[in-house]
């Protein structure tokens, strides 16, 4: 990651062309976009791929992860209709960029990263950053169950079924936000769970993530 942590003039222009390559798309709304705008995705970035910060793709971070397309950070954000003072779990912090611009709302943001190398230095980055974020090494697919019920999941890796924990730890009402799938392709799905426990799902495209694995790292 950028130990400088320097955002200067042109990076912010960069990131200013993103966000509007990010608009012209139609996929995100102003709150989300704005939200964009403040976080620094260059640092959340290995040195290699510093000068490919402001594509719209995603990119390598280590452990066998990625940082998440910018368009599909929009999209997943927008989809979890965020508002003011919710209580939102993210599963699979990575780098912790779709974390930190979390933070940019009124929000308790709790995250769960199975990989401890992620872990450990997602950690100084989001405290660097003053990004009051919970994180957590731990299984995604348990959840936070200390902490639930949430308003609001959302799970950044493609995951081959809807885990039954997750469902139990979503507020009546609430929304969960979660690729799935066990292929290289998954269906983005938001789901919403009524007072008697039951789910109803609507798709919103296909993407391609990095599977959620279970269990932690060593």
């Known amino acids: 990651m950028n130990k ?5 003039f042109k990076h912010k222009g960069l990131r200013r062309n993103l966000i509007n390559e990010i608009r012209n798309k139609k996929i995100a709304n102003e709150t989300v976009l704005t939200a964009m705008m403040e976080v620094p995705r260059h640092f959340f970035m290995d040195g290699a791929f510093l000068e490919k910060a402001y594509s719209d ?34 599963i699979g912090t990575g780098s912790g960029y779709q974390a930190a611009v979390l933070c940019q709302f009124n929000i308790k943001v709790y995250s769960i990263e199975r990989q401890k190398e992620l872990f450990h230095k997602t950690k ?20 936070l169950p200390q902490f639930a019920p949430f308003d609001k999941i959302i799970i950044t890796c493609g995951a081959p079924y809807i885990p039954e924990d997750l469902i139990e730890q979503l507020k009546v009402n609430g929304k969960m936000v979660i690729p ?34 279970s269990e932690k790292s060593r």
């Open 124 to 143: 100084k980055m989001l405290s660097k950053l003053a990004c009051k974020a919970d994180l957590f090494y731990g299984d995604g697919y348990k959840g």
């Open 57 to 90: 793709y995603a990119f390598p971070i280590g452990a066998g992860q990625t940082i998440s397309q910018p368009t599909t950070v929009a999209i997943q954000t927008s989809l979890l209709e965020l508002k003011e003072g919710d209580k939102v779990l993210e």
């Open 180 to 213: 799935v799938g066990s292929g290289n392709i998954q269906k983005m799905q938001v789901i919403t769970k009524n007072e008697n426990g039951e789910i109803t799902i609507k798709d919103h495209g296909e993407f391609s993530f990095v599977p959620m694995l």
């Open 4 to 8: 400088a942590l320097i955002d200067s």
